[in-house]
Nanobody, 120 residues
Framework: QVQLVESGGGLVQPGGSLRLSCAAS????????MGWYRQAPGKQRELVAA???????NYADSVKGRFTISRDNTKNTVSLQMNSLKPEDTAVYYC??????????????WGQGTLVTVSS
């Protein structure tokens, strides 16, 4: 099967930075879109940023100019650089990927989540 393992969450003060990383492993033929979602307490999970295999990106309006998503296709990893963090960025962040296990078969895979807390 396929797994996504996240790392890099933690506690940071407002205005600070964190970098999240996610590595895919398992039966991988190729990976399509990769992304980061977040879910704050009492709120629905929302898309933060996504990056396609051709490197095109899209971001939630709330993080544009502060967050940068990137990927390394040779290592099957995706990262999220988060700068100028705000308390409202506090959430559990989840990695997501469209993983092809063959030319015609794909899975949507989720990581286990990593907590980001922005607080003084």
């Amino acid at each position: 099967q396929v797994q996504l393992v996240e790392s890099g969450g933690g506690l940071v003060q407002p205005g600070g930075s964190l970098r999240l990383s996610c590595a895919a492993s398992g039966n991988i033929f190729s990976i399509g879109v990769m992304g980061w979602y977040r879910q704050a307490p009492g709120k629905q999970r929302e898309l933060v940023a996504a990056i396609h295999s051709g490197a095109s990106t899209n971001y939630a309006d709330s993080v544009k100019g502060r967050f940068t998503i990137s990927r390394d296709n040779t290592k099957n990893t995706v990262s999220l650089q988060m700068n100028s963090l705000k308390p409202e960025d506090t959430a559990v962040y989840y990695c997501n990927a469209e993983v092809f296990t063959s030319l015609t078969r794909s899975l949507e895979v989720w990581g286990q989540g990593t907590l980001v807390t922005v607080s003084s």
